[in-house]
Each structure stands twice: as C-alpha cells, then as structure tokens.
C-alpha cells in the first residue's frame, strides 16, 4: 500500500524538511531552490501543503520531474498550487534553478486578495499546463520576486505584509495576462483540441454513452483530453468566447433539434437519448436555452 501524503500545515515545518533555516515571517518565505538541502531518503514521497505554492522555475540540465509529470522548463516557467493539492517529492531536484514563493492562508486574512486569490483558476491547472515564459516576462517575474525577497529581509514593521501582499498580487496579475498572452500564442494547438473536443461530444451521444451515464460533465471531457478542467474552460475561452460547459450545452441543443426536426421519437425519449434524467429536465433546459419549448420547436417544423 501506498503512505499517505504528508501534510504539512507550517511554513516552518517545511523549512526544516528542505534543510533550510527558520523562515523570516512564519506566514510567508520566498525560497531559492539552490539554497534547499533536500535529503531524498528522508523526504516525503507525496505532500499536502496547507499554504500557497508559486514557483518559478528555469532549466539547467533538460527536463525535470516537477509533481506527477516531466516538464520542460528550460525557458522558465510557472507552476501554481493551492492549499491541499497533491505534490510528489522531485527526482532531481538540483535539475532546475528557481523561486520558491509560500503564502499561508492567513497571511491574506483581512485583505481581499483572501477572496481574490481563489478566483485564478491557475492554482488549479495541472503541471503539465504551467505557464511559459518569454524572456522579457521572465525578467518582469523576477523582478516582482526581488521586491519580495528584500521586504523579508528588511526589518518587519506595521508596512510588511502591506508592501508583500500588494507584490503577490501583482505577480499573480502578470501570471494572469501572461497565460492570456499563451492562450492566444498557441492557437494552432488549441484549434486541435478543439477538434477533439467536438468529436468526444459527437461520440458520446452517437455511441449512446449519454444513455448509461448522463448528461456530458466538465470533467469526463478534461479527463478525455487529459486537461483540468479550469485549463479547458480558460483555453476555450480565449478561442470561441464559451466555456467547456457553454460548449457541451451547445452541441446538447444542437443535437436536440437535429432530433426534434427529423426523427419521430418523442420528446421523453429524446431526453433520454440525450442523458437527462426526466423529460420536465429537458423541457426546462431547452426552453432557457432557445426561449421555445422541445414541442414547440417541433411544430414549427410541421
């Protein structure tokens, strides 16, 4: 059997695992990765961390093992993990130079970045999804992390967590326009999982899929195409103005009135065929969506 993660609820505590001194506020630690004494034998297999996790990360050997996955960061990237996400300890470690940015919950508390900072659907992206780096935003990464590590350094006064708070907001503001900048950087790519997307829906309701599990979800389609589903969304956003599940509702509708207009079923088994539950299910759901009732969609074909 596999151990458990280990949950790590301090900051402190994960210092002393990394071998690193005490951190210089107990809320907060901006660690460099060339500074960690990691001893793999004694290190945890898999963590739970109870705080933020924002890591930038530069190659200096190829690609390293960073969670569950390879990855290339030889440009530089970003990975960003939420409290309570599992990570896998890393194989090589050394591989890759970098910061280490971790923020308790409770360093947020009475600031609105506490509310805000569940918002980026960044923290929920897999590894696999992090964020490139050009060069240029790079350096304004690097910068945002400098300010940081020398308002830990100075003497805490009554400013500190002002000045910081304010720092990580504004990196996560440029991690955001810059997965923007991604999104539309690699359309090539997306209009191909694009393609995919419709084909997993075409298949779902022309192999009958829909009769034994239901309605399509967010997340029988990420998982087809091995994304998160907040990455799927994010990314289908920028290229149709829809959502995932904007998308799965569309092709619902469209295949609805394919039904409706050419077939002789009724309308429950329409529903049926379609994976709602009940027809009143349909009927309310088709209505929202086309302002016409399944019936009187049908009519009008008459």
Same mark, same amino acid.
């Given at each position: !059997?596999?151990?458990?993660?280990?949950?790590?609820?301090?900051?402190?505590?994960? @210092?002393?695992?990394?071998?690193?001194? &005490?951190?210089? @506020?107990?809320?907060?630690?901006?660690?460099?990765?060339?500074?960690?004494? /990691?001893?793999?034998? #004694?290190?945890?297999?898999?963590?739970?961390?109870?705080?933020?996790?924002?890591?930038? !990360?530069?190659?200096?050997?190829?690609?390293?093992?960073?969670?569950?996955?390879?990855?290339?960061?030889?440009?530089?990237? !970003?990975?960003?993990?939420?409290?309570?996400?599992?990570?896998?300890?890393?194989?090589?470690?050394?591989?890759?130079?970098? %910061?280490? /940015?971790?923020?308790?919950?409770?360093? *947020?508390?009475?600031?609105?970045?506490?509310? &805000?900072?569940? &918002?980026?659907?960044? %923290?929920?992206?897999?590894?696999?999804?992090?964020?490139?780096?050009?060069?240029?935003?790079?350096?304004?990464?690097?910068?945002?992390?400098?300010?940081?590590?020398?308002?830990?350094?100075?003497? #805490?006064?009554?400013?500190?967590?002002?000045?910081?708070?304010?720092?990580?907001?504004?990196?996560?503001?440029?991690?955001?326009?810059?997965?923007?900048?991604?999104?539309?950087?690699?359309?090539?790519?997306?209009?191909?999982?694009?393609?995919?997307?419709?084909?997993?829906?075409?298949?779902?309701?022309?192999?009958?899929?829909?009769?034994?599990?239901?309605?399509?979800?967010?997340?029988?389609?990420?998982?087809?195409?091995?994304?998160?589903?907040?990455?799927?969304?994010?990314?289908?956003?920028?290229?149709?103005? !829809?959502?995932?599940?904007?998308?799965?509702?569309?092709?619902?509708?469209?295949?609805?009135?394919?039904? *409706?207009?050419?077939?002789?079923?009724?309308?429950?088994?329409?529903?049926?065929?379609?994976?709602?539950?009940?027809?009143?299910?349909?009927?309310?759901?088709?209505?929202?969506?086309?302002?016409?009732?399944?019936?009187? %969609?049908?009519?009008?074909?008459?």
């Amino acid at each position: !059997m596999e151990k458990a993660p280990h949950r790590i609820d301090s900051i402190s505590t994960l @210092h002393q695992l990394l071998g690193l001194p &005490k951190p210089l @506020h107990p809320l907060v630690s901006l660690v460099r990765n060339c500074d960690v004494k /990691l001893v793999k034998e #004694i290190f945890p297999a898999s963590l739970l961390l109870n705080f933020y996790k924002i890591s930038f !990360m530069e190659d200096v050997r190829g690609k390293v093992k960073y969670g569950q996955n390879n990855y290339d960061f030889e440009e530089g990237g !970003m990975v960003f993990v939420a409290p309570s996400q599992l990570l896998a300890a890393p194989d090589d470690a050394d591989a890759y130079d970098g %910061f280490n /940015l971790f923020v308790h919950p409770d360093f *947020l508390q009475t600031y609105p970045l506490a509310a &805000k900072i569940k &918002k980026y659907h960044f %923290f929920s992206y897999a590894t696999n999804e992090a964020l490139h780096l050009s060069d240029r935003e790079k350096q304004t990464i690097l910068s945002v992390f400098k300010i940081i590590g020398e308002e830990l350094g100075e003497r #805490i006064d009554d400013f500190s967590q002002d000045v910081v708070i304010s720092q990580i907001e504004l990196l996560l503001n440029y991690s955001n326009r810059f997965y923007k900048r991604q999104f539309n950087t690699r359309k090539t790519v997306y209009h191909d999982v694009l393609s995919r997307l419709e084909n997993i829906l075409e298949a779902y309701f022309n192999d009958n899929i829909a009769i034994s599990k239901g309605l399509p979800t967010v997340q029988y389609i990420s998982d087809q195409l091995h994304l998160s589903p907040h990455y799927l969304s994010d990314m289908l956003r920028s290229l149709t103005g !829809m959502n995932a599940q904007q998308h799965i509702h569309q092709k619902l509708i469209d295949k609805a009135k394919t039904a *409706l207009s050419t077939s002789n079923l009724s309308i429950a088994e329409i529903a049926y065929n379609l994976g709602f539950g009940y027809p009143q299910s349909f009927h309310k759901f088709f209505k929202g969506k086309t302002n016409t009732s399944p019936l009187e %969609f049908r009519q009008s074909f008459q």
